[in-house]
């Protein structure tokens, strides 16, 4: 294996992942769960008070439910509809929507792509951030198992359902659009458009559920942020685009400077949640739309019509070889800018990090390596989950055309907020557990009393006082098995009651049990997080790089146009 360069104190490193390993083996202990009983408060340690309350609050119906799902998902389970809801679930990732996004501003339609930016990349945006304040586990598998074709979605936490939000967004905003009188549609072609968004949207949701990948809060929460999302844009949508495009540079640097801000306010989460990667590269996309639209608008080559900074777009005058060309020339661009971009910062920004860092002015993040730490990113790195690079396409093409193979169904904890919520889940059991242990064990001794009283009383009256007391002397239970029902309400028999002379080892049993509790749980921790997938290190220069690369990926798509089209 070749070395592929040199860590800080000179010696060769042999692997990016070894590199990853060697120079960020500080921060990892610091993030990586120790063994012992931290886990059971992890949540009340990492979190401010009044982010652990509100969890506190909304964890129980979290677990309430999840019995609920997975009964649905065993009622509607079939290998059809297990390929449906996985294959579908792929219409509503951030990858989908950074492909097809790009082609409506390429044909004309700067109009509706201007809105669908807005309410995904708030969307995504919102709920990542939502997601990384409360720290809400998914739905716990088992009993749910969990079908999908991506397990980076299983890193993420559950509440609200990005899906979700993305799906009734972007059906709410499309009936807006075919609603609207500008429009002249076919009647028979816009209720056909209006049902497929409907279905869209209800079997977005729907696979949510039947993939045990959200419970119902997650998905109902997750559709009520995209409806309100979508409205905000249905109604303030052209009111923000005047503001704009008046010219003046105020309101754009009003938008980049409040988004960076939102950047930089987003929530550190209490485990390492990818969460943030995909809040910068939307707050990314929308820098670099209205930064776009505006310098376009300015430009001259723009359409003021039906809104300005509409890139020209005549099918009949250009023709299918130019209309597809000028589509390939804007998918060269977005890949290039990226490929050329990408490496290029991660070399050349930890330098000046480092140097900011030195200067106390670094604003660091809890789960991303600072500069001082390492050398230099490695190679071929994949820190994107959003746009994949070229390198990857082949790959992503094999698994369009092997879309069952490459489903994957999952029954275990598959990430470390999994397991925290396992761990919880076991300790509460136990505790109901040891509870219903310590009331039976208080009632076999007030059957001991009854038992000493019932025999000294015949003891005296008979001239035994002084002889040892009877083993095994036998009492009614009926009483105490009443006394039992109706202190727990559970409907239990107490068969016999315990004998005086086993009293000690009746009493000496909760401590034991607490020890045999307290090791067991150890155990079971140790053995969840040895098989739960492990984060990727990530580094700080990253933050950066995802706002330059998406900002400029949207910023350039007017080259397609000045490329193909002079006017």
């Not at 990857?392 to 094999?398: D, F, R």
């Not at 040891?434 to 001794?445: A, E």
């Not at 007391?469 to 202190?487: E, M, V």
């Not at 315990?498 to 049993?509: E, H, Q």
Request: contains cysteine; charged residues 20%; aromatic residues 8%.
């Amino acid at each position: 294996m070749e070395p592929i360069g040199d860590r800080r104190d000179g010696s060769p490193v042999m692997a990016a992942e070894q590199q990853d390993k060697t120079a960020t083996t500080e921060t990892v202990k610091a993030t990586r769960p120790d063994a012992g009983l931290r886990s059971l408060d992890h949540y009340k340690n990492k979190l401010p008070s009044w982010r652990y309350a509100a969890r506190q609050k909304l964890i129980p119906l979290i677990r309430w439910e999840t019995p609920y799902v997975a009964k649905l998902q065993n009622t509607m389970r079939s290998p059809l509809l297990d390929s449906y809801f996985s294959i579908t679930a792929n219409l509503g990732t951030h990858t989908f929507f950074m492909i097809f996004l790009p082609v409506l501003f390429w044909c004309g339609y700067t109009n509706l792509g201007r809105g669908m930016v807005h309410i995904l990349a708030s969307g995504v945006f919102l709920s990542g951030f939502i997601k990384d304040m409360l720290c809400l586990p998914r739905p716990l598998s088992p009993p749910l198992t969990r079908i999908s074709m991506s397990h980076s979605v299983s890193l993420e936490y559950g509440f609200p359902s990005t899906h979700s939000t993305n799906a009734v967004s972007i059906a709410v905003y499309a009936v807006y659009m075919l609603r609207s009188a500008s429009l002249g549609i076919n009647p028979t072609l816009k209720l056909a458009m209006e049902i497929s968004s409907y279905f869209y949207a209800t079997s977005i949701i729907l696979g949510r559920l039947y993939c045990g990948m959200h419970g119902f809060f997650d998905v109902v929460v997750g559709s009520l942020l995209g409806a309100a999302l979508a409205m905000l844009e249905c109604l303030y949508g052209e009111t923000l685009a005047d503001l704009v495009f008046l010219g003046s540079t105020t309101a754009p640097t009003i938008i980049l400077l409040a988004t960076l801000v939102l950047v930089r306010i987003h929530p550190e989460p209490a485990d390492d949640c990818p969460c943030f990667d995909d809040s910068v590269a939307f707050a990314g996309v929308i820098i670099g739309v209205e930064l776009g639209n505006w310098h376009f608008a300015q430009s001259g080559l723009a359409w003021d019509l039906p809104m300005p900074a509409t890139v020209p777009f005549d099918l009949q005058a250009l023709g299918w070889p130019k209309a597809i060309a000028r589509v390939m020339v804007g998918v060269v661009v977005v890949f290039a800018w990226r490929e050329v971009m990408k490496p290029t910062l991660l070399k050349f920004l930890p330098p000046l990090f480092r140097i900011v860092e030195s200067l106390g002015l670094s604003l660091p993040r809890k789960f991303f390596v600072q500069a001082s730490m390492y050398t230099k990113v490695p190679r071929n790195l994949k820190t994107d989950n959003v746009l994949p690079a070229i390198s990857e396409i082949p790959s992503m093409i094999t698994s369009v055309r092997h879309l069952r193979r490459n489903r994957s169904e999952s029954i275990g904890p598959q990430s470390e907020a999994d397991v925290y919520e396992a761990l919880a889940v076991q300790d509460r059991n136990r505790k109901e557990s040891n509870s219903l242990s310590s009331r039976i064990r208080q009632i076999k001794k007030d059957q001991i009393s009854d038992s000493n009283s019932s025999w000294s009383n015949r003891a005296s009256s008979n001239g035994w006082m002084g002889t040892s007391g009877p083993i095994g002397l036998p009492t009614p239970a009926g009483s105490q098995a009443d006394l039992y029902k109706s202190s727990l309400t559970t409907d239990v028999f107490v068969d016999a009651p315990l004998t005086p002379n086993s009293l000690s080892s009746a009493i000496g049993t909760p401590n034991r049990r607490l020890s045999e509790d307290h090791r067991q749980l150890e155990k079971d921790e140790k053995e969840m997080f040895s098989k739960v997938e492990k984060p990727r290190v990530r580094y700080d220069v990253e933050v950066i790089t995802k706002l330059i690369v998406y900002t400029g990926n949207v910023l350039l798509l007017g080259l397609p146009y000045r490329m193909s089209d002079k006017r």
